[in-house]
């Protein structure tokens, strides 16, 4: 069974540049959650999809926004870099029904602004 | 809104001892599950033990328990045997919903060093 895999490992960008970030979700899982963690601080709800749809959203504005696609894979993009936005971004994807829904995490996408 | 709280910055323990990370929380739901995960330097987030509020035995996974308190929102993590492997971050998570999401509200973290 493959686990959550997210792309690419690292990623440098400038100010006020746009980037997309991608994560392919565990087999068998239909929903995706996106986490910003910044460093020395727990991770940050961004959003979740859940069939292709937004299924909820934490205190992020709209330049951040995502897809998930037909397979359940997402994309989270990021528009109008800041230098605040460096942070290592978080995939997880849960199983459909189930009592826990258990997220289970990718291994990140350590993005620095300049 | 749910918060989650963890007062140790960092811990160390000696190889082989045990030690207890402590986490609070706040919430005015009546259902709700809580986690611990660990983060190695590696960055992947694992997940450790899991606790569902309606169940008044605490989890114990292996070498790992919790001592749950509902009453008090307390949540404290306990490491049995302590092993140079289990060095990492360690995040308490509560899981609300918001608008139908199913969140995670992680902790600040707790570094734990073993000492050999």
């Known amino acids: 069974e493959t686990g959550v895999t997210q792309s690419p490992t690292h990623l440098i960008k400038t100010r006020g540049q746009q980037v997309t970030l991608r994560c392919s979700s565990q087999s068998g899982h239909n929903t995706v959650s996106w986490y910003q963690q910044a460093l020395g601080q727990g991770p940050q709800f961004i959003f979740q999809y859940y069939r292709e749809e937004e299924n909820g959203r934490g205190n992020f504005p709209p330049r951040f926004s995502g897809l998930q696609f037909p397979n359940y894979s997402s994309e989270l993009n990021v528009n109008a870099l800041e230098l605040d936005d460096s942070a290592l971004y978080l995939c997880?994807?849960?199983?459909?029904?189930?009592?826990?829904?258990?997220?289970?995490f990718g291994p990140g996408t350590r993005l620095t602004v300049l | 809104a749910q918060t989650v709280t963890q007062s140790q910055p960092e811990m160390s323990v000696q190889e082989a001892e045990t030690v207890t990370l402590s986490c609070t929380y706040d919430?005015?739901?009546?259902?709700?599950?809580l986690f611990w995960y660990k983060q190695p330097p590696s960055r992947q987030m694992i997940l450790v033990i899991r606790?569902?509020?309606?169940?008044?035995q605490n989890a114990t996974e292996n070498r790992f328990s919790v001592n749950f308190q509902k009453a008090a929102k307390s949540f404290s993590l306990k490491i049995s045997d302590s092993q140079l492997g289990d060095a990492a971050m360690y995040f308490c998570?509560?899981?609300?919903?918001?608008?139908?999401?199913?969140?995670?509200?992680f902790g600040q973290g707790t570094r734990l060093t073993i000492n050999p």
């Open positions: 998570a509560y899981r609300g919903t918001i608008q139908g999401a199913q969140k995670l509200v």
């Open positions: 606790q569902e509020a309606y169940k008044q």
């Open positions: 997880a994807s849960s199983p459909a029904g189930g009592r826990y829904n258990e997220q289970f």
């Open positions: 919430t005015s739901e009546s259902d709700y599950y």
